[in-house]
């Protein structure tokens, strides 16, 4: 009876942290601005998981795109028209 307590304690204390990371991380970003960035803190208040893995997603998707590799933006300045 001991093992699933200790299994739901660990659990729970996983996606807590989870949660108040995403939220510090939030906090001390400015990769969203606006009306993106309240939506985000609804999102993750909202689904502390989900939203949690959906915002840590999504920075991840705009800082890879946002800033374009020297190497491939050298070979697409190099070519002419």
Not at 45 to 61: D, E, M, N, Q, T
């Amino acid at each position: 009876m001991i093992i699933p307590l200790i299994i739901t304690v660990v659990f729970g204390v996983s996606v807590l942290s989870l949660w108040i990371y995403a939220l510090l991380d939030w906090n001390k970003n400015t990769v969203f601005a606006g009306w993106s960035r309240i939506a985000w803190l609804v999102i993750i208040i909202l689904g502390p998981v989900g939203g949690a893995v959906a915002y840590f997603s999504a920075k991840r998707h705009v800082l890879k795109f946002s800033e374009p590799d020297p190497a491939r933006l050298g070979r697409l300045l190099s070519k002419g028209p």
